[in-house]
């Protein structure tokens, strides 16, 4: 084994795959004599050194644009779905169609140049990386606070989905703070895994949940019709805010917000030049699916539909559609989480002990940093859930702050960067298509600050209001599946 230490080896990509930092290239491995020893699996690779020792390796470059779409569909079609209802109510139909259709075409665009940033710039490990690249040290910084944060709160979001949905199933069986805890620990042992590829199996089961939960849900509200014929085309001002319709469109900008997984996904892929076929399939289906839904469940719920969606159904048949939901709930939940923690994970072992091989190992250390990492994250986003247990609110939080960024404003921001080159005139200016695609990034960089803005402060004001109406406050054992 002491030669396994010392025999000099390099690295280089399996087939066109891209590494997932900077530092390391992950796939085949080759020793010091040139000759290739050893062919990359799905579930690893065997390294034999000249000294015949065996050293066992992670190998993370395995999905194909199909898996890697699965799992997109999985992080994305997930709670954003469940808060799109309401978000029509706040606006009215005719709004809120158009609203979640532009939306979707530019949450395509957005994320088809984050794809031609990681191929121009292969290397970039995270959107924040790609920002450090765009913009230098304080880009990475900003875009680095933000994406940890976001990702956080996101778990927390699928924590307190996860309350909500037993809350209903059990009929309030436990405190929710309680029900938290339990989803907090179901979800950190499903994430142990350190790769996409078995999350790829299980994003299959999450796609069909989300979409039988829903079906279910959509029926049963079609039959029972709580509040059918109290819909508008557009809502009058009497019956919603200014507030309420900045969190709204905030929700609507979160329910396409995969983006921040893309360069993991991407890294992932065997052939990374495949991702736009996936992109596409994602956000066809998202877009399709989040229309049908929307629309069905505000006409029959009416203008008090809940969210989540699924509480206007009756009780029954809320019971099922949750029951449906929890994979999703869990499987969306942990992909966020993994690209957290392999966040946290490369700050560790590349950034401050200077050990990248130490990520592809299978040994101690690399396995029980994880789970360490792993745990930390689970357990601050925990606690982010049981501060704000509310579903709308803390969906229109996360979208506000953090989604607008990551789904439009941050991706506009690295085309920017990408085609700058000396002279504003030089970088822009040269084809009245670099100009016309100039003006729609700082167009969405512009619009991504208003909603930031408007959405962050719709949401607090809904937070406070409902700790005080509805007794929904931090670390509070109250119901939080009534709407």
Not at 126 to 135: D, K, N, P, Q, V
Not at 273 to 286: G, Q
Not at 290 to 312: C, E, K, N, R
Not at 430 to 447: A, E, G, S, Y
Request: glycine fraction near 8%.
């Amino acid at each position: 084994m002491n030669q396994a230490k010392t025999a000099e080896k390099t690295i280089r990509p399996a087939s066109n795959s891209v590494s997932t930092n900077a530092t390391v290239e992950l796939g085949m491995v080759m020793t010091k004599g040139g000759t290739e020893v050893a062919v990359a699996d799905e579930s690893g690779v065997t390294v034999v050194d000249n000294g015949g020792s065996v050293v066992d390796k992670i190998v993370y470059n395995t999905l194909g644009w199909v898996k890697a779409a699965m799992i997109m569909i999985a992080e994305t079609i997930s709670l954003g779905i469940l808060g799109l209802p309401s978000a029509i109510a706040a606006m009215g139909l005719v709004p809120g169609i158009i609203l979640i259709v532009a939306l979707g075409l530019m949450a395509t665009y957005t994320g088809f140049v984050v794809w031609q940033f990681k191929m121009k710039h292969p290397s970039m490990c995270s959107l924040a990386h790609g920002m450090e690249l765009a913009f230098g040290r304080p880009g990475r910084w900003v875009a680095e606070v933000v994406q940890d944060l976001m990702l956080l709160f996101v778990m927390a979001a699928h924590i307190v989905i996860f309350s909500t949905a037993f809350n209903s199933l059990t009929d309030h069986a436990t405190c929710t703070t309680v029900f938290m805890a339990i989803g907090t620990f179901v979800s950190f042992l499903v994430s142990l895994p350190r790769t996409m590829k078995g999350n790829a199996v299980f994003s299959i089961f999450s796609c069909a949940s989300i979409a039988t939960a829903t079906l279910v849900a959509m029926i049963g509200i079609c039959i029972s019709k709580p509040g059918y014929g109290q819909t508008h085309a557009i809502t009058p001002s009497s019956l919603t805010s200014f507030s309420s319709a900045g969190m709204s469109v905030s929700s609507i900008i979160l329910a396409y917000n995969g983006h921040i997984a893309y360069p993991t996904i991407i890294s992932e892929m065997k052939n990374p030049c495949d991702f736009p076929k996936a992109l596409v399939l994602l956000e066809s289906v998202a877009i399709s699916f989040y229309v049908v839904v929307a629309v069905v469940i505000y006409t029959f719920a009416g203008q008090d539909v809940a969210a989540p969606a699924l509480g206007s159904a009756s009780p029954i048949v809320r019971k099922i559609a949750y029951g449906f939901a929890v994979p999703t709930i869990i499987v969306a939940g942990v992909i966020v989480a993994l690209v957290a923690a392999k966040q946290f994970y490369k700050y560790t072992w590349v950034n401050w002990k200077k050990q990248p091989e130490v990520m592809e190992e299978k040994s101690a250390r690399a396995r029980w940093s994880w789970v360490g990492i792993l745990a930390v994250v689970w357990v601050l986003a925990w606690i982010i859930a049981c501060v704000i247990p509310i579903f709308r609110p803390l969906l229109g939080l996360i979208g506000a702050m953090f989604g607008t960024w990551f789904a439009l404003g941050f991706p506009s921001m690295l085309w920017l960067g990408m085609n700058w080159t000396g002279s504003v005139n030089k970088s822009y200016g040269q084809t009245w298509k670099k100009v016309m695609l100039t003006w729609l990034n700082v167009i969405i960089v512009l619009v991504c600050a208003a909603i930031c803005v408007l959405g962050t402060y719709g949401s607090i004001t809904l937070i406070v209001a409902a700790a005080s109406i509805d007794g929904r406050k931090p670390f509070s054992c109250a119901r939080n599946d009534m709407g």
